[in-house]
T-cell receptor
Framework: GNSVTQMEGPVTLSEEAFLTINCTYTATGYPSLFWYVQYPGEGLQLLLKATKADDKGSNKGFEATYRKETTSFHLEKGSVQVSDSAVYFCALRMEAGGTSYGKLTFGQGTILTVHP | ETGVTQSPTHLIKTRGQQVTLRCSSQSGHNTVSWYQQALGQGPQFIFQYYREEENGRGNFPPRFSGLQFPNYSSELNVNALELDDSALYLC???????????FGPGTRLLVL
């Protein structure tokens, strides 16, 4: 079946450091890929997405590129802030139809803590 | 534009009881998906409703059931609660199945 694997956490960085959170996926076909962020005590917020190979999703200084050859969608940010402290989830979605229904399959999440 | 809302925010139940969780979808969205997020884990798909019909189901037992109403709001019902049902329950709405899903804040359920 389809699955998403994220790098083990937690990740602890100092403010203005460079961030990478690795995400790889397994899927039969060509999924859409997403990064969601969850702040303490809250639900999930869509951070960025990419729907086909070589697409780059970006938002709030975060970027991720859909790499079909390595089945990856790594999240990066050049300079993190304390306010970026949260849990980050990578997810995939197959095209709706058949048994897919367009459901999201999530990784286990990566906790990011940024210190001043 | 109102986002996805869920109620209640927190709930405590005892083993064997039944619970109903509610979700109001974002304006114009006719598809609602429910997810269970256990502590320290990623969300797991429970089921999806599209235009008042169940459109797909994940690997959850039949004691997890749902409804969608004509205004596209939705309920998640869980019967015979077990300790392992303690989790954050997330509702997400989308314009239609296969479109981007937008999540509500969740209902945190504790089963004692």
């Amino acid at each position: 079946g389809n699955s998403v694997t994220q790098m083990e956490g937690p990740v602890t960085l100092s403010e203005e450091a460079f961030l990478t959170i690795n995400c790889t996926y397994t899927a039969t076909g060509y999924p859409s890929l997403f990064w969601y962020v969850q702040y303490p005590g809250e639900g999930l917020q869509l951070l960025l997405k990419a729907t086909k190979a070589d697409d780059k999703g970006s938002n709030k200084g975060f970027e991720a590129t859909y790499r079909k050859e390595t089945t990856s969608f790594h999240l990066e940010k050049g300079s993190v802030q304390v306010s970026d402290s949260a849990v980050y989830f990578c997810a995939l979605r197959m095209e709706a139809g058949g048994t897919s229904y367009g459901k999201l399959t999530f990784g286990q999440g990566t906790i990011l803590t940024v210190h001043p | 534009e109102t986002g996805v809302t869920q109620s209640p925010t927190h709930l405590i139940k005892t083993r064997g009881q039944q619970v109903t969780l509610r979700c109001s979808s974002q304006s114009g969205h006719n598809t609602v998906s429910w997810y269970q997020q256990a502590l320290g884990q990623g969300p797991q798909f429970i089921f999806q409703y599209y235009r008042e019909e169940e459109n797909g189901r994940g690997n959850f037992p039949p004691r997890f059931s749902g409804l969608q109403f004509p205004n596209y709001s939705s309920e998640l019902n869980v019967n015979a609660l077990e300790l392992d049902d303690s989790a954050l329950y997330l509702c997400a709405s989308s314009l239609k199945a296969g479109e981007t899903q937008y999540f509500g804040p969740g209902t945190r359920l504790l089963v004692l």
